[in-house]
């Protein structure tokens, strides 16, 4: 996975066949297909949806020392549980923001305590990073059935020519996959000052096939943020994701997600080992039935409804 570097959104959804990728080696597609995907058959597109548990993350940590962005003690030194209430939140997405529209981030240097002091912050790197009013100090509410994030097919597509900017591939020999989606999630801690935020920037959803012990391919997803601008990385594993076959050729994928241990957040939000087993949320690619909740992953009443999805001329 990458290292914690900077991070932008990504590019339009669009379907391809990827009956062409089929013809490049058979063994290969033998992997992928193995691994419940297969290009012969299958269409990466349409739309995903996010979903997070906000007291899950809320309470990932059972107590912390208040601490602001340069790192100095606050509170005395006095650690304090964590709680989903207000001003006791370890971490929580506090605002989603669509791939598409999210403007080049500022460095955050430029929004720092002693540029705003002396008059020289960049008032946009100031709207960026600093979470100043108190009324936005609150977890971000998703909508029923979570955040519906685009696609990018594994054609390069409409690149609107925003620096940074990933496509979704497909590697034949490998049968490794790397799916971009259209959205960016700002996060945040009420330990931490108002001050500070993270941007996991340009979502993403990857697929490694990898040989274990015993000489067997499994593989592993994860959500991470993709292009190059503050925040890329990976940061949260896929548990048990049941890919499928939706009836226009199109992937489908239902799976819950928490952080893994190779997670950058693990080490940069000082979390423990046992904060690698509780489940954050859920992740949806093209459902095409109604779920039951069974984790209470689902913010409030909010159901996956039923998702009409055209499918699109092939634009290759």
């Known amino acids: 996975m990458k290292k914690t570097t900077p991070l932008k959104p990504l590019a339009a959804a669009s379907c391809i066949s990827l009956t062409a990728l089929a013809a490049l080696l058979t063994p290969a597609l033998t992997h992928a297909a193995a691994s ?3 290009p012969t058959t299958q269409y990466v597109a349409g739309t995903a949806y996010m979903t997070y548990n906000q007291a899950a993350w809320a309470t990932l940590i059972p107590e912390s020392t208040h601490i602001d962005v340069h790192g100095n003690v606050l509170n005395g030194g006095v650690a ?3 709680a989903d209430a207000y001003g006791q939140r370890y971490i929580y997405p506090q605002l989603f923001a669509d791939g598409y529209t999210l403007p080049a981030l500022k460095s955050p240097g430029d929004a720092s305590d002693a540029a705003i002091a002396n008059n020289t912050a960049d008032l946009e790197a100031v709207a960026q990073w600093r979470i100043l009013n108190p009324a936005e100090q609150v977890p971000a509410v998703a909508p029923a059935g979570g955040w519906a994030m685009p696609i990018d097919s594994f054609e390069a597509g409409l690149d609107w020519a925003t620096p940074g900017y990933v496509p979704s591939s497909f590697e034949p020999v490998g049968g490794n996959m790397f799916i971009s989606l259209g959205g960016s999630l700002r996060i945040t ?16 959803l990857s697929r490694s096939l990898v040989t274990n012990e015993n000489g067997q391919q499994e593989e592993m997803w994860g959500i991470g ?13 896929l548990i048990d994701p049941v890919v499928g076959l939706a009836e226009n050729g199109w992937i489908t994928l239902e799976a819950d997600y928490k952080l893994g241990s190779y997670s950058n957040l693990v080490g940069l939000l000082g979390l423990t080992g046992d904060a690698t087993t509780t489940v954050l949320g859920h992740i949806s690619i093209n459902p095409s039935a109604v779920p039951v909740p069974a984790a209470g992953w689902l913010m409030g009443s909010a159901l996956l409804g039923l998702v009409g ?8």
Do not use: C, M, Q, V
């Not at 801690?189 to 993403?204: E, M, N, Q, V, Y």
């Not at 999805?309 to 290759?316: D, P």
């Open 309 to 316: 999805l055209r499918r699109r001329k092939n634009i290759g």
């Open 36 to 38: 419940g995907f297969d």
């Open 225 to 237: 943020a993709s292009a190059s601008d503050w925040g890329t990385g990976g940061y949260f594993e």
């Open 189 to 204: 801690s009420d330990f931490i000052g108002s001050s500070a935020s993270i941007w996991l920037r340009g979502l993403s």
């Open 80 to 82: 304090t549980p964590t």
